[in-house]
């Protein structure tokens, strides 16, 4: 018995290491593509400034110093063994880091936030509850609205900057790989050629990507291991044939020599340094399709070794012809009889880097419109096997055009490198500070940590920053007017949503009126079953009211329907419902809301519609059962205790599980008053419990409990009859304005931004794939 478990423990380790190494395998295509690729323009943008080359080969030292220490202390020590571990459930990137912010600390701005969010199993608490160590800083942040806009506007910066080096990126990437032909062709021919294979190269890369990264993907790694062999081994035979005695340079002392010699022009020689690390937020962004072990492993096993090499063989060959400074390019140092293979190997990775900053930056654009930051775009999902992979058709062309311009605009590696530079080390540094208040709120540790965290790192990535804002002249403008106009699209956007929120919640009508117009509601009942969409989670919306104004009549099965994004990747589909009642049951009325994370794929209205009648159906059972009758009773007089009205009964989560192999309804109750003072009681599943039954002999509560069965079953076949008749789904029609008194900014945003914005982006029946026969639009006139 005792080997029979040892064998078998043997095995399931074989199988975790088996599983770790081919995802590390995986990772290189999809991770490290932009990191890899670096070398081929790295020193290029570094030498382009004044750098005067001496005998002593101390500035080429110093750059190789300046390469290996920057690649130790940021990709290595910073996110392989720091901010990897901030992760939200697995998952990385700027969002995650304030999804666990938000968590932590009541900051975020997401209008309908929930005591019931809270319980899902995805939204727990990487720590206990903090001590003193950073109650001080929760507390302010909380008390101060003006930190949750600020920290918002960070969030805003970083992402915006992500979507500028998804711009770049691909223009710098291919273009320096292309520009290898000049070593094969005459520079006549050189001349008329690059630009024109480069725009090919570009369009073909954005018109395939369609496809999705699934279908193109099975060669990514490949192409990635042999780009990384091959720069390695190059650079081990340029260490070996020209200068061995380069690994001296590895010392911090030649950092030092290389500022003192050049001054002014080796600081700002430093934003050609910094390009070395690009692509390494990918490690973070990208997390949630791998795991922290695999991405450690590629990096620390394969990718490093192989870039300090690659970096070092350059400098060993530059440091014994110093001729070829002032036509410095990375083909230089590769032999001439592997040239034409390594130029074929080094645009399929540069299309290779390319693809996964711009699947980023997708992913990154879909997390920032499920949180309500950014105008509704067209989402298609390339995999049905693979999460998250993900195509947005207005983004791709728009990101090509703007690529190609750039790539021509520019014609010059030097400003490409110069906008690049500035946009990765505004992430990184964004990502820094983020990070530093997880240290302090998520992982409870003393301040003095989070401190020494920020200024190591930070000092770090404000030198490179520095050096790269002094290029603003020289292309480094372009990513700040694309950060500058992204982020003020995206407040807006998110202002302007907060904004109708808080209208209506203001002027949504009391569950009151709706009772006082009696069991058929004062209007007529129609069959079917009527969807009113709505962002509130309790009461009556305002265009409910108007409707049934305007046209007394209505649908037998009446479900306001409110679908809300959770700080949070994911919602497990067995937490996703909140299902209650409104009003009592002869109304036939009903609270329904779906929670979504910010990677989670929103459902097609064809099956989202079966699952909401059978998510109303098992709240019916659950409702209806003579245990949840008695508890919910309980809760109504305590609500009566406390002042609250018991009209809407507690919401409950309905999902559906299996048990042994048998599908089982797990219902849990919570109150629908959203303050954050109230108890989430957690009721268990009254599938799941032993039942002990007693024998009653009162013949009254027999009757009562048959009396139950018969109006369980009555509003059942009501359900099922209602759905047959058909689905209508009613939606606002909304027209912002801002109100009478309101300052020019103000009115500037609201009345020509975000309605212009609104007109131009898809509708909210397109992007809840409503058909247009089962619509029904109610317009509103918000007032803000």
Same mark, same amino acid.
């Given at each position: 018995m005792y080997l029979d478990s040892e064998k078998s423990w043997s095995n399931s380790k074989k199988d975790y290491w088996k599983t770790i190494l081919l995802l590390a395998y995986q990772s290189l295509g999809v991770v490290y593509g932009d990191l890899s690729i670096s070398p081929l323009y790295v020193y290029r943008n570094t030498f382009a400034e004044d750098i005067h080359h001496s005998k002593t080969n101390d500035e080429i030292f110093g750059v190789l110093s300046f390469i290996f220490w920057t690649l130790t202390l940021i990709p290595l020590f910073?996110?392989?063994?720091?901010?990897?571990?901030?992760?939200d459930n697995g998952e990385g990137g700027t969002f995650a880091l304030y999804s666990l912010i938000c968590r932590h600390a009541k900051v975020s701005l997401l209008p309908n936030r929930q005591v019931a969010d809270e319980a899902l199993s995805t939204y727990k608490l990487e720590h206990p509850p903090e001590k003193s160590n950073s109650s001080r800083l929760k507390l302010l942040l909380e008390k101060h609205k003006s930190l949750h806009t600020g920290l918002l506007i960070l969030v805003l910066l970083g992402t915006c900057m992500v979507i500028g080096d998804g711009l770049l990126t691909p223009a710098i990437s291919v273009f320096t790989?292309?520009?290898?032909l000049e070593y094969t062709m005459s520079k006549e021919h050189h001349q008329y050629a690059v630009m024109p294979i480069t725009c090919f190269v570009l369009v073909c890369l954005f018109a395939l990507q369609h496809y999705g990264t699934h279908r193109i993907g099975f060669i990514f790694a490949p192409v990635v291991l042999t780009w990384l062999l091959c720069i390695s081994s190059i650079g081990l035979y340029n260490i070996l044939y020209w200068n061995p005695y380069v690994c001296?340079?590895?010392s911090p002392y030649y950092m030092f020599i290389f500022l003192k010699k050049t001054r002014k022009s080796g600081w700002m020689s430093l934003g050609g340094i910094v390009l070395c690390i690009t692509g390494s937020e990918a490690m973070f962004a990208d997390l949630g399709h791998f795991s922290y072990t695999a991405i450690q492993i590629a990096f620390t096993c394969l990718v490093y070794p192989a870039l300090i090499l690659a970096y070092m063989g350059q400098t060993a060959y530059l440091s014994k012809h110093p001729h070829a400074i002032n036509q410095i390019n990375f083909y230089v140092s590769i032999p001439e009889i592997v040239r034409w293979p390594v130029l074929t190997v080094a645009i399929l990775a540069s299309v290779v880097g390319s693809q996964s900053i711009i699947s980023g930056?997708?992913?990154i654009i879909n997390q920032s419109q499920s949180l309500g930051c950014f105008p509704r775009v067209k989402i298609v999902h390339t995999s049905d096997k693979i999460h998250g992979q993900i195509y947005i058709p207005e983004i791709n062309w728009i990101l090509m055009i703007l690529c190609i311009a750039v790539t021509i605009g520019f014609r010059d590696i030097k400003h490409m490198g110069n906008a690049s530079g500035l946009a990765v080390m505004a992430v990184m540094l964004v990502t820094t500070c983020l990070t530093s208040l997880v240290i302090i709120l998520c992982w409870n540790k003393r301040p003095i940590v989070a401190l020494c965290f920020l200024l190591f790192f930070g000092s770090i990535e404000l030198l490179y920053l520095s050096a790269s804002l002094i290029k603003f002249l020289e292309g480094a403008w372009l990513p700040i007017l694309l950060a500058l106009v992204l982020t003020t699209i995206m407040f807006i956007w998110h202002y302007a949503t907060i904004k109708k929120y808080e209208y209506d919640l203001q002027n949504k009508v009391s569950l009151e009126w709706l009772l006082a117009l009696g069991p058929s509601l004062g209007i007529t009942r129609v069959p079917g079953i009527g969807v009113v969409f709505t962002d509130l989670t309790s009461g009556i919306p305002a265009n409910f009211s108007r409707f049934v104004t305007n046209l007394p009549a209505f649908h037998e099965v009446l479900?306001?329907?409110?679908?809300?994004?959770?700080?949070?990747?994911?919602?497990?589909?067995?937490?996703?419902y909140l299902v209650s009642r409104v009003g009592p049951a002869s109304h036939r009325s009903y609270r329904c809301i779906v929670r979504y994370g +910010?990677?989670?794929?929103?459902?097609?209205?064809?099956?989202?519609?079966?699952?909401?009648? #059978?998510? /109303?159906?098992?709240?019916?059972? +659950?409702?209806?059962?003579?245990?949840?009758d008695t508890i919910?009773?309980?809760?109504?007089? #305590?609500? /009566?205790?406390?002042?609250?009205?018991?009209?809407?009964?507690?919401?409950a989560v309905i999902g559906t599980v299996a048990v042994s192999g048998v599908p089982a309804s797990v219902s849990v109750g919570f109150s629908t008053v959203e303050s954050v003072t109230d108890v989430v009681n957690m009721e268990p599943a009254g599938g799941f419990e032993k039942r002990v039954r007693f024998a009653i002999d009162n013949a009254s509560e027999s009757d009562e409990q048959s009396e139950k069965e018969v109006q369980l079953q009555e509003e059942l076949q009501e359900l099922l009859a209602a759905q047959q008749s058909g689905t209508a789904f009613i939606l606002g029609n909304s027209h912002v304005k801002a109100k009478q008194g309101s300052s020019v900014l103000k009115r500037l945003a609201i009345n020509f931004g975000?309605?212009?914005?609104?007109?131009n982006c898809r509708r909210p029946d397109v992007a809840l794939e409503v058909p247009p026969v089962s619509l029904l639009e109610v317009g509103i006139v918000y007032v803000v």
């Amino acid at each position: 018995m005792y080997l029979d478990s040892e064998k078998s423990w043997s095995n399931s380790k074989k199988d975790y290491w088996k599983t770790i190494l081919l995802l590390a395998y995986q990772s290189l295509g999809v991770v490290y593509g932009d990191l890899s690729i670096s070398p081929l323009y790295v020193y290029r943008n570094t030498f382009a400034e004044d750098i005067h080359h001496s005998k002593t080969n101390d500035e080429i030292f110093g750059v190789l110093s300046f390469i290996f220490w920057t690649l130790t202390l940021i990709p290595l020590f910073k996110y392989v063994f720091v901010v990897l571990r901030a992760d939200d459930n697995g998952e990385g990137g700027t969002f995650a880091l304030y999804s666990l912010i938000c968590r932590h600390a009541k900051v975020s701005l997401l209008p309908n936030r929930q005591v019931a969010d809270e319980a899902l199993s995805t939204y727990k608490l990487e720590h206990p509850p903090e001590k003193s160590n950073s109650s001080r800083l929760k507390l302010l942040l909380e008390k101060h609205k003006s930190l949750h806009t600020g920290l918002l506007i960070l969030v805003l910066l970083g992402t915006c900057m992500v979507i500028g080096d998804g711009l770049l990126t691909p223009a710098i990437s291919v273009f320096t790989a292309v520009s290898g032909l000049e070593y094969t062709m005459s520079k006549e021919h050189h001349q008329y050629a690059v630009m024109p294979i480069t725009c090919f190269v570009l369009v073909c890369l954005f018109a395939l990507q369609h496809y999705g990264t699934h279908r193109i993907g099975f060669i990514f790694a490949p192409v990635v291991l042999t780009w990384l062999l091959c720069i390695s081994s190059i650079g081990l035979y340029n260490i070996l044939y020209w200068n061995p005695y380069v690994c001296e340079a590895l010392s911090p002392y030649y950092m030092f020599i290389f500022l003192k010699k050049t001054r002014k022009s080796g600081w700002m020689s430093l934003g050609g340094i910094v390009l070395c690390i690009t692509g390494s937020e990918a490690m973070f962004a990208d997390l949630g399709h791998f795991s922290y072990t695999a991405i450690q492993i590629a990096f620390t096993c394969l990718v490093y070794p192989a870039l300090i090499l690659a970096y070092m063989g350059q400098t060993a060959y530059l440091s014994k012809h110093p001729h070829a400074i002032n036509q410095i390019n990375f083909y230089v140092s590769i032999p001439e009889i592997v040239r034409w293979p390594v130029l074929t190997v080094a645009i399929l990775a540069s299309v290779v880097g390319s693809q996964s900053i711009i699947s980023g930056t997708f992913s990154i654009i879909n997390q920032s419109q499920s949180l309500g930051c950014f105008p509704r775009v067209k989402i298609v999902h390339t995999s049905d096997k693979i999460h998250g992979q993900i195509y947005i058709p207005e983004i791709n062309w728009i990101l090509m055009i703007l690529c190609i311009a750039v790539t021509i605009g520019f014609r010059d590696i030097k400003h490409m490198g110069n906008a690049s530079g500035l946009a990765v080390m505004a992430v990184m540094l964004v990502t820094t500070c983020l990070t530093s208040l997880v240290i302090i709120l998520c992982w409870n540790k003393r301040p003095i940590v989070a401190l020494c965290f920020l200024l190591f790192f930070g000092s770090i990535e404000l030198l490179y920053l520095s050096a790269s804002l002094i290029k603003f002249l020289e292309g480094a403008w372009l990513p700040i007017l694309l950060a500058l106009v992204l982020t003020t699209i995206m407040f807006i956007w998110h202002y302007a949503t907060i904004k109708k929120y808080e209208y209506d919640l203001q002027n949504k009508v009391s569950l009151e009126w709706l009772l006082a117009l009696g069991p058929s509601l004062g209007i007529t009942r129609v069959p079917g079953i009527g969807v009113v969409f709505t962002d509130l989670t309790s009461g009556i919306p305002a265009n409910f009211s108007r409707f049934v104004t305007n046209l007394p009549a209505f649908h037998e099965v009446l479900v306001f329907m409110c679908v809300k994004s959770i700080p949070v990747p994911y919602v497990p589909l067995a937490e996703r419902y909140l299902v209650s009642r409104v009003g009592p049951a002869s109304h036939r009325s009903y609270r329904c809301i779906v929670r979504y994370g +910010y990677r989670d794929v929103h459902q097609d209205v064809n099956s989202f519609e079966s699952e909401l009648v #059978d998510k /109303l159906a098992g709240f019916i059972r +659950y409702d209806w059962c003579p245990r949840h009758d008695t508890i919910r009773q309980g809760n109504g007089d #305590d609500m /009566l205790q406390s002042g609250r009205s018991p009209i809407e009964s507690r919401l409950a989560v309905i999902g559906t599980v299996a048990v042994s192999g048998v599908p089982a309804s797990v219902s849990v109750g919570f109150s629908t008053v959203e303050s954050v003072t109230d108890v989430v009681n957690m009721e268990p599943a009254g599938g799941f419990e032993k039942r002990v039954r007693f024998a009653i002999d009162n013949a009254s509560e027999s009757d009562e409990q048959s009396e139950k069965e018969v109006q369980l079953q009555e509003e059942l076949q009501e359900l099922l009859a209602a759905q047959q008749s058909g689905t209508a789904f009613i939606l606002g029609n909304s027209h912002v304005k801002a109100k009478q008194g309101s300052s020019v900014l103000k009115r500037l945003a609201i009345n020509f931004g975000y309605n212009f914005l609104r007109r131009n982006c898809r509708r909210p029946d397109v992007a809840l794939e409503v058909p247009p026969v089962s619509l029904l639009e109610v317009g509103i006139v918000y007032v803000v």
